[in-house]
């Protein structure tokens, strides 16, 4: 029996307003098993109304009231953690345990952390910088947020667009993928009985409704995370009335491997940084540089751990990862691979697994040189290259040399080496000897075509409030 969402605007569930559908696929199967609504210009201006009319109230709220309806939140997703699992895997086929404790708990988390943030903002101390007046720094929110969340991490993209902007008490308009619909509409639904109507809403739909959200008039922010092409749109269109921006783009992590590393942790840490969500990550450790004195060794290690690496279905705990997301991500995954010049050489993997549905082998390819289309270009699936480099120096022109600049590693035991490479590395991230790993405390985005803009942590927060001056004089 076919599964139906549908939108959640002001308070309400609602279809599209004109009846249109998307057919939502199952991508272990192949197979269609729901629908969505197709939103237009109709359904994108009730959410906005909503949303504008709900924020005053909430903007008023004090930080105390934001903070209780959020650990509330928090604590009806934990009561909720099996419904959650099941649609969010339904949706991206991802393996059920991996997302309750790889996913889920930490997007609970992160509720929690904004829910604490709400009462944390602090400026600059009032003072008299002009003969008479006392100066004021105010930290306000910004007003209605068009958020559009992507098809990788859905609720726990969703959870880093919602909570910070609710915590600085703005209304919000998100709009899932329209190939992974489900576990928003149920966050709908478990977050309608805590906030005011309004205040939080979901529109479902394709590009052209998203779009319309960016280009909508009532949005002070347009929030996005997704493709560079679907970023520089966003920004593009964005600029036409000034609205702010947040852009959590693309990426094309380096892990930089030198001779002293410990190469049987790189190479356990990597298979997971590398092959984990189906390498569907901005962050994913996609590109692997290698010292030449150890470079033969580390391929044939990573090589090895790449065919011992299990994809398949949802129930299956031993397998680290799911099926890619929809037919159009398998045909670009192969594409990559079909497209490989005669000097690269594919270690392992290098093709789909079964005829149903949309699983890629791990897959590893070496002989790589800096300009080609591999190296260069996001794959977003379960492929890991790997190139030599000679020195400190090469490892960085290697490793800066590409348009993304959200997420890199370093693999050293040298402490002076790891803070050099820290130094020089263009990305929002380093990690060193370890990749992928988040905390809520600390930011996360990126440089370059990577965007612009923070999630996570006290940076991540404040990208929500604006700021205001006030002057008063002291005469009476």
């Known amino acids: 029996m076919s599964t139906t969402f549908r939108n959640y605007i002001d308070g309400a569930f609602a279809d599209a307003s004109?009846?249109?559908?998307?057919?939502?696929?199952?991508?272990?199967?192949?197979?269609?098993?729901?629908?969505?609504?197709?939103?237009?210009?109709?359904?994108?201006?009730?959410?906005?109304?909503?949303?504008?009319?709900?924020?005053?109230?909430?903007?008023?709220?004090?930080?105390?009231?934001?903070?209780?309806?959020?650990?509330?939140?928090?604590?009806?997703?934990?009561?909720?953690?099996?419904?959650?699992?099941?649609?969010?895997?339904?949706?991206?086929?991802?393996?059920?345990?991996?997302?309750?404790?790889?996913?889920?708990?930490?997007?609970?988390?992160?509720?929690?952390?904004?829910?604490?943030?709400?009462?944390?903002?602090?400026?600059?101390?009032?003072?008299?910088?002009?003969?008479?007046?006392?100066?004021?720094?105010?930290?306000?929110?910004?007003?209605?947020?068009?958020?559009?969340?992507?098809?990788?991490?859905?609720?726990?993209?969703?959870?880093?667009?919602?909570?910070?902007?609710?915590?600085?008490?703005?209304?919000?308009?998100?709009?899932?993928?329209?190939?992974?619909?489900?576990?928003?509409?149920?966050?709908?639904?478990?977050?309608?009985?805590?906030?005011?109507?309004?205040?939080?809403?979901?529109?479902?739909?394709?590009?052209?409704?998203?779009?319309?959200?960016?280009?909508?008039?009532?949005?002070?922010?347009?929030?996005?995370?997704?493709?560079?092409?679907?970023?520089?749109?966003?920004?593009e269109s964005a600029a036409k009335d000034v609205k702010r921006v947040h852009l959590e783009l693309g990426g094309k992590a380096p892990a930089v491997v030198f001779e002293d590393a410990d190469l049987a942790k790189a190479?356990?840490?990597?298979?997971?940084?590398?092959?984990?969500?189906?390498?569907?990550?901005?962050?994913?450790?996609?590109?692997?540089?290698?010292?030449?004195?150890?470079?033969?060794?580390?391929?044939?290690?990573?090589?090895?751990?790449?065919?011992?690496?299990?994809?398949?279905?949802?129930d299956d705990e031993d397998v680290l990862y799911g099926p890619l997301n929809n037919a159009s991500q398998l045909a670009q995954v192969s594409g990559f691979i079909e497209r490989l010049p005669a000097h690269a050489e594919v270690e392992a993997g290098g093709h789909r697994v079964g005829d149903k549905g949309y699983f890629y082998a791990p897959t590893v390819v070496s002989g790589l040189r800096q300009d080609d289309e591999i190296v260069q270009h996001e794959v977003f699936g379960p492929v890991m290259t790997v190139q030599s480099f000679t020195d400190e120096a090469q490892a960085v022109e290697y490793a800066n040399g590409v348009e993304y600049a959200l997420a890199s590693s370093v693999w050293t035991k040298d402490h002076a080496r790891a803070m050099r490479m820290s130094k020089k590395l263009d990305f929002g991230c380093v990690w060193i000897n370890t990749h992928m790993a988040l905390a809520a405390e600390m930011p996360h985005g990126g440089f370059k075509k990577s965007g612009y803009g923070k999630d996570l942590s006290a940076y991540g927060f404040e990208d929500y409030t604006r700021i205001k001056h006030v002057m008063t004089s002291l005469d009476d």
């Open 18 to 235: 004109d009846g249109r559908t998307l057919d939502v696929v199952d991508p272990t199967t192949g197979e269609v098993y729901a629908t969505s609504p197709l939103s237009g210009p109709a359904d994108v201006d009730a959410a906005m109304a909503a949303a504008a009319a709900a924020f005053p109230g909430w903007r008023d709220t004090t930080p105390s009231v934001r903070q209780r309806a959020l650990l509330k939140i928090a604590d009806a997703m934990e009561a909720r953690a099996d419904d959650l699992v099941a649609a969010e895997s339904r949706d991206t086929g991802k393996p059920l345990h991996l997302l309750r404790s790889d996913e889920l708990a930490p997007a609970i988390d992160q509720v929690r952390f904004f829910a604490g943030a709400a009462r944390m903002l602090e400026g600059r101390s009032a003072g008299e910088y002009m003969e008479g007046l006392t100066s004021i720094i105010r930290r306000e929110p910004v007003g209605v947020c068009a958020q559009v969340a992507p098809w990788n991490y859905p609720l726990l993209m969703a959870v880093w667009k919602f909570a910070p902007a609710l915590a600085a008490g703005n209304a919000v308009v998100l709009k899932p993928s329209d190939t992974t619909p489900a576990s928003t509409v149920l966050l709908a639904e478990i977050i309608g009985e805590i906030l005011p109507k309004g205040v939080f809403n979901v529109v479902c739909g394709d590009r052209e409704t998203g779009r319309a959200m960016v280009e909508h008039p009532t949005p002070a922010m347009a929030s996005i995370t997704g493709s560079v092409r679907a970023g520089m749109q966003v920004a």
């Open 267 to 314: 190479v356990d840490d990597l298979v997971v940084g590398g092959f984990f969500n189906a390498g569907q990550d901005c962050t994913a450790a996609t590109r692997v540089l290698v010292h030449e004195s150890v470079h033969d060794e580390f391929v044939s290690a990573l090589a090895k751990a790449a065919a011992a690496t299990k994809t398949g279905l949802p």
